[in-house]
């Protein structure tokens, strides 16, 4: 639980950096550090299958799942759904190959934006928030939950550490629910609800409570969190356990039911589902997952699921999934609900797929990709959604570590130069923050412990 505003709170172990790498010579235990690949965590010979369809439908049975989705749909969209094709997009005809696994990162011109670089104390930042209004900055460390004051010019000034996690079931990523008034945080098996007036101005306690998967035995490696525009429902992804897990938030925090009955369920997604995020319109769930089922070890996949389908029954959900490359990590939908965004870590490339190519024909639905830096994982549209910052991490530690710059509309229509360039920044950026208004983001930089400010409007 949190605790302990004011002064600062010592983890009570090493912080881990993403992926398993070494950080300032710290080598995190194997199997604790968030984002492993299958090979990282297991080891080669895993014994997975070198061939697995390109997409395909999953559900407990395919007869009734077809049945749902024509209640779902309406008797035209479930046609197209079983048999349509159509163009991505932009126009732009779906169905490109997904990339495969790759060593290289894309050429790219040195941008001259300034990242401003504040220290976070307790470790290494993982996820990272702005606060609804602006004024504060939020990054989980392995243990806490470090809290930033945002001055004049965008400063950060640190203000308050919360123990929020203790080793080996550390802090991971988070999101703030639309009105505003609680932070989820992914945090060792469950999410972890902090009211966000407590947390800004250090009034204990801080923590609503914890919402867990019932009956989780081992590490369940809690990574990804995401809510519904309604502030409902919320969706979890456990890494380690391949689940996504599905709770009723407003039944926790209206009643503080922090138990089994805010508990709806859980769907599995292969092996080592790491990013979630909602549409917009709150219609689609979409979540990515390192490894496939029955696939050779770095293969993953994008899934698209019904929201209401998971909110009513998750194990009877249908899973719409395609290919998405190699570790497919972070994932950022536009804010019209056509195109969802995917970061292929372990592929060195930014995707773009069709959503209504995910919901109808998802073999077809990748309709752009781009070459980046090494390790891409966080990702953020900006600009009024005509720029992605891209988090190229760079895992293998070569030195790459950077912001890529992309133009949208170029990427999505096919044409050279949509890669603008890159900005520099420290070691091993991870995640990116959008403030409201979208006039700077924050980055987390797990490898060299800090957060970088990035002011939008100086953007190429």
């Not at 209640?71 to 163009?87: D, I, Q, R, V, W």
């Not at 939950?145 to 640190?158: I, N």
């Not at 990590?329 to 995910?358: E, G, P, Y």
Request: aromatic share 6%; glycine share 12%.
């Amino acid at each position: 639980g949190a605790g302990a505003a004011g002064g600062p709170v010592l983890p009570s172990g090493p912080a881990a950096a993403d992926s398993g790498q070494a950080t300032q010579a710290v080598v995190p235990p194997r199997g604790t550090s968030p984002d492993l690949t299958a090979v990282q965590l297991r080891g080669p010979a895993d014994g997975y299958q070198a061939q697995r369809p390109r997409s395909r439908w999953r559900s407990p049975g395919m007869l009734a799942a077809a049945i749902v989705l024509i209640l779902a749909l309406g008797a035209g969209g479930a046609y197209a759904a079983l048999h349509g094709k159509g163009h991505g997009t932009g126009g732009q005809v779906g169905g490109l190959a997904a990339p495969g696994c790759s060593q290289s990162q894309a050429t790219g011109s040195a941008l001259s934006g300034v990242l401003t670089t504040y220290h976070v104390p307790n470790g290494s930042p993982f996820g990272v928030a702005v606060s609804p209004g602006g004024k504060f900055v939020f990054a989980t460390t392995q243990t806490t939950l470090e809290v930033f004051s945002v001055g004049h010019g965008r400063t950060l000034t640190h203000q308050f550490s919360y123990t929020i996690a203790t080793n080996p079931l550390p802090a991971a990523g988070m999101t703030i629910t639309p009105n505003g008034k609680y932070l989820l945080v992914a945090a060792g098996d469950g999410i972890d609800v902090l009211d966000v007036h407590a947390v800004e101005t250090g009034q204990e306690p801080v923590q609503l409570g914890s919402l867990t998967v019932p009956g989780v035995s081992g590490f369940g490696r809690a990574i990804g969190v995401a809510v519904t525009p309604d502030g409902k429902f919320a969706f979890l992804t456990l890494q380690f356990r391949g689940q996504l897990a599905v709770f009723n938030l407003q039944n926790a925090i209206t009643k503080l039911a922090f138990n089994s009955s805010s508990y709806v369920g859980s769907v599995a997604l292969g092996n080592q589902p790491v990013g979630v995020a909602v549409s917009p319109d709150g219609k689609w769930l979409y979540a990515t997952s390192f490894v496939a089922n029955g696939s050779t070890p770095h293969e993953g996949f994008l899934a698209a699921l019904s929201v209401a389908q998971l909110e009513a029954n998750p194990a009877r959900t249908i899973i719409l999934e395609t290919e998405a490359g190699c570790s497919p990590a972070r994932i950022v939908v536009s804010a019209d609900n056509q195109t969802v965004w995917v970061s292929a870590r372990d592929s060195d490339f930014l995707l773009a797929f069709s959503a209504r190519l995910l919901h109808s024909d998802p073999r077809d639905a990748l309709v752009a990709k781009v070459q980046v830096g090494r390790s891409p994982i966080g990702l953020a549209l900006v600009d009024g959604g005509t720029k992605m910052l891209v988090a190229d991490t760079d895992i293998n530690l070569t030195g790459a570590n950077n912001l890529a710059v992309v133009n949208v509309t170029k990427a999505l229509a096919g044409q050279p130069g949509s890669l603008i360039g890159y900005l520099a920044s420290k070691l091993l950026p991870h995640e990116i923050a959008i403030a409201p208004g979208g006039k700077f983001v924050v980055i987390s930089n797990t490898g060299s412990h800090d957060l970088q400010v990035v002011n939008v409007s100086a953007l190429p």
